[in-house]
T-cell receptor
Framework: KAGVTQTPRYLIKTRGQQVTLSCSPI?????VSWYQQTPGQGLQFLFE???????NKGNFPGRFSGRQFSNSRSEMNVSTLELGDSALYLC??????????????FGPGTRLTVL | KQEVTQIPAALSVPEGENLVLNCSFT??????LQWFRQDPGKGLTSLLL?????REQTSGRLNASLDKSSGRSTLYIAASQPGDSATYLC??????????FGSGTRLLVRP
């Protein structure tokens, strides 16, 4: 079974631009959650999607948004990029989502650098 | 607000040693707790998941325990190997259905 895939793996953008990251979950998984990892703040929860609905959201500004498609693939969008958005963005998938006895499987991440 | 603390922040041991990594969390109302490892620049690999009703889980040389009432979990690694070198993260799913991570323990196993 293929694991969680994320594209692109690396991205360089400039301040003010917007970016879209993609995550394909493990086949059959309906939950996708997103995380931001920085040296200063560690791993922080962004949001979780389940069956195309956002089920939960972390404490991030509205510039961070996401969506999930009917095939469970998810995209995350960051608008008006700031230098502080430079991070490793990780997505994770699971069958039934957070709150269930469900292992979270992580992708390799997208390394975003904002210049 | 759930806060997760991992002690020690870094650990260096010779190969073959048994070791214990500690994780504490402030809100005992958790659904489950997961331990992960992360290699430099990579994603997270799930090691063990303990449901809130369980006391421990084992996988190979790894054993994780959970004491929900005291807000603590430990990861025991037996007979450590250089390939175990990585950052180990614990993460409970809290009452708001969010996976909350500790800052991790960076482990180096010396040959």
């Amino acid at each position: 079974k293929a694991g969680v895939t994320q594209t692109p793996r690396y991205l360089i953008k400039t301040r003010g631009q917007q970016v879209t990251l993609s995550c394909s979950p493990i086949s059959g998984h309906r939950s996708v959650s997103w995380y931001q990892q920085t040296p200063g703040q560690g791993l922080q929860f962004l949001f979780e999607y389940f069956s195309e609905t956002q089920r939960n959201k972390g404490n991030f500004p509205g510039r961070f948004s996401g969506r999930q498609f009917s095939n469970s693939r998810s995209e995350m969008n960051v608008s008006t990029l700031e230098l502080g958005d430079s991070a490793l963005y990780l997505c994770a998938s699971s069958s039934a989502g957070l709150g269930n006895a469900d292992t979270q499987y992580f992708g390799p991440g997208t390394r975003l650098t904002v210049l | 607000k759930q806060e997760v603390t991992q002690i020690p922040a870094a650990l260096s041991v010779p190969e073959g040693e048994n070791l214990v990594l500690n994780c504490s969390f402030t809100d005992s109302a958790i659904y489950n707790l997961q331990w992960f490892r992360q290699d430099p620049g990579k994603g997270l690999t799930s090691l063990l998941l303990i449901q809130s009703s369980q006391r421990e889980q084992t996988s190979g040389r790894l054993n994780a325990s959970l004491d929900k009432s005291s807000g603590r979990s430990t990861l025991y690694i037996a007979a450590s190997q250089p390939g175990d070198s990585a950052t180990y993260l614990c993460a409970p799913v809290d009452s708001s259905y969010k996976l909350i991570f500790g800052s991790g323990t960076r482990l180096l196993v010396r040959p």
